[in-house]
């Protein structure tokens, strides 16, 4: 055969392979609202930037013309490339449903284990987008006992997803059905997206549920991503469809350096860095009872008024996300009064913690801006583990070492300040606007416990009320902001229109902190 005919059959076979499951298998993932795996992977890169290996692979090992006519496996279920997101190297093994159901085959998972290789030793994120049966038990239509016998030499994906966690980003968007051995990609991944109606997650579906534990359930009740995003907490994002995921998963790697080694690409932004907002001398209500929004404070002092949450439904008494102050890309953490009064439970803290991490690792400031009435309390809570919880996220706190950036809204009391980076935990700079609280816990909450005889010995409970009342005014005095910074505890008591500045000037002059720790093979973390 010449070299001529040996291309034009080359051709042929890539060509029939980039036709994925074929034309009946590609219109059923239409009708079911989602885009085939060569249709994202072209919003997710720029254009005829991606460079596919292993589009000649085949289920086994099989040549195209050793398989069933109805059983194709163009690719083995998965792409699997390099392209380029905003000019930056990136990663994908996507996952092909019209491909027996995208589940992971032995050379697929040969194809994705080497793309992780080159993302670790190339420094570069990797990005999994998930639509997937999971581990694969069938080929060619019968089970497979190979396959059951070689478990026992496999699972090294998750072993090296370990070893790439804060080395490289990882995102693993969820565009499909995730179950089983596809479910802990996500798991193990630094952001997790998922696609309202489409997307789910799960260790065994509902098959495999109602053989084991008898209960009869819907792959969205399961898994679904109203169950991810507001009761687990293990996705960050829910967006309407896929073209919106692959869009925020490119505004998402925009904040990140491609590896821990690099610092975070800071962008120009028309926005100024000394831009005062009046809103913020509204924003704070008179009353330290009263709720408002901590979000309205956040795109006041952010560039442009944008703002990337993470988690926004999970937790919602704690904010976490990404945003940019003077181009320099920022972590906030902050509390927020609208939910549980701002208070830090269980999942607050487990949620703060995790991104805490996550900013760290990959150089990117943090911003806390504090509102904190302290941890929650009860039987329920301490049950739950609350104290080991809230360690996670003061350890994380603690030994986070990028700049850390403190501004007291209106009041930290208690183990809630210390997490909320208080002073002894380093902040590069601690600042708080004109009547802000710092104290031990709030003047009502002393009152009650230092003078809870006198309360009861009061002639009724109007009586107790009015007194209480009048004790917590004395008492609140003594932990205004006016004293805490006449002790010098505060860098600063400040204009809350001058916060974007000083965080902006503070962001320049830390962007070479180094901070040296004790030597550790590792640390022990609460878990």
């Known amino acids: 055969m010449k070299m001529k005919d040996r291309v034009e059959k080359l051709e042929e076979q890539r060509r029939r392979n980039e036709g994925m499951g074929g034309p009946e298998r590609i219109e059923r993932q239409h009708a079911k609202g989602k885009l085939t795996a060569r249709e994202r992977l072209k919003r997710l890169f720029d254009e005829n930037t991606f460079e ?60 994705v284990a080497r793309l992780r290789d080159l993302a670790l030793k190339n420094r570069i994120p990797m990005v999994w987008l998930v639509d997937s049966a ?19 030499d496999t ?3 998750f072993r090296e997803q370990v070893v790439m966690s804060g080395v490289v980003p990882q995102v693993a968007a969820m565009v499909g059905p995730g179950a089983a051995g596809t479910a802990y990609i996500p798991a193990l991944a630094d952001f997790v997206p998922m696609v309202k109606g489409t997307s789910s997650i799960a260790i065994g579906g509902p098959y495999l549920v109602e053989s084991v534990v008898g209960e009869k359930v819907t792959e969205e009740e399961l898994g679904g991503s109203k169950v991810h995003n507001e009761l687990s907490g293990v996705a960050d ?32 932004s028309s926005d100024p860095f000394d831009r005062r907002d009046d809103d913020l001398l509204k924003v704070v209500p008179d009353s330290p009872r009263q709720a408002f929004d901590m979000h309205k404070v956040i795109l ?6 944008k703002f990337f949450p993470l988690k926004p439904r999970f937790a919602r008494n704690i904010i976490t996300g990404l945003a940019r102050i003077d181009g320099w890309p920022v972590g906030i953490v902050a509390n927020n009064s609208m939910y549980l009064g701002g208070i830090l439970d269980v999942n607050a803290s487990d ?65 809630g300040y210390y997490v909320m980076n208080g002073r002894a935990f380093e902040p590069d700079l601690l ?47 003594h932990i205004r902001i006016e004293r805490t910074a006449a002790m010098a505890m505060v860098d600063d008591v400040v204009d809350p229109r001058d916060t974007r500045r000083l965080l902006a000037r503070a ?21």
């Open 237 to 268: 994002a829910e967006y309407a469809d896929d073209a919106a995921c692959l869009t925020a998963i490119r505004e998402y790697l925009g904040f990140f350096p491609a590896n821990c080694e690099e610092k975070p690409p800071r962008r120009q």
């Open 507 to 527: 962001l320049k002059r830390t962007a070479n902190k180094k901070v040296e720790r004790p030597f550790r093979r590792r640390e022990i973390s609460p878990v």
């Open 134 to 152: 999971g581990a694969r038990l069938e080929a060619g239509g019968e089970v497979d006992p190979r396959r059951l016998a070689s478990f026992a």
């Open 300 to 305: 006041s002092l952010v560039d442009d008024r």
């Open 351 to 415: 949620k703060a913690a995790r991104f805490i991490n996550l900013c760290d690792a990959f150089n990117i400031p943090l911003v806390f801006l504090q509102d904190v009435p302290g941890f929650m309390v009860g039987t329920k809570v301490e049950q739950q583990g609350i104290i080991r919880h809230g360690a996670k996220m003061m350890y994380a706190v603690a030994s986070a070492t990028v700049p850390k950036l403190t501004v007291v809204v209106r009041k930290g009391y208690g183990a």
């Open 52 to 111: 596919e290996m292993g589009l000649l692979a085949g289920a086994e090992g099989n040549l195209p013309e050793e398989e069933d006519a109805g059983k194709p496996s163009p690719a083995d279920g998965v792409i699997t490339g390099v392209g380029e997101v905003d000019g930056r190297p990136v990663a994908a093994a996507i996952y092909d449903f019209t491909v027996f159901g995208g589940s992971i085959g032995t050379v697929g998972e040969r194809k």
């Open 431 to 477: 600042i708080a606007w004109p009547g802000a609280e710092i104290g031990v816990m709030g003047p009502e909450g002393i009152v009650s416990i230092a003078a809870r005889k006198l309360l009861q010995s009061a002639e009724s409970p109007e009586a107790a009320e009015a007194m209480k009342k009048e004790l917590a005014d004395g008492l609140r005095q």
């Open 155 to 157: 699972g090294y994906l």
